[in-house]
């Protein structure tokens, strides 16, 4: 039974490394368009925006908003990262 529920675990962590990757390089290309229209790369309001989404999400889903509030808080600082990278 543990190790059933592991190997789902290990499915869904796959997944979630593999949106992961999806979602920073959608970032990346954000930076550069962002960057061809002379915008600032960290736009604080989009930013307050799609964390509010996620904890809405999170809430209504019975996830922690401190929880979603950290693991957002760990993708935007990175998207911006790779943002300013490109």
């Not at 959608?26 to 550069?32: D, I």
């Not at 960057?35 to 790369?41: Q, R, S």
């Amino acid at each position: 039974m543990i190790d059933n529920v592991r190997k789902e675990i290990d499915k869904l962590d796959s997944e979630l490394v593999g949106l992961l990757t999806k979602r920073m390089a959608l970032s990346a290309q954000l930076g550069r368009e962002k960057k061809a229209a002379g915008m600032e790369i960290h736009q604080k309001t989009r930013e307050m925006a799609v964390l509010d989404s996620a904890k809405l999400l999170a809430d209504s889903l019975g996830l922690s908003e401190s929880f979603v509030t950290d693991v957002y808080a760990l993708i935007l600082a990175e998207s911006r990262r790779l943002q300013n990278q490109v």
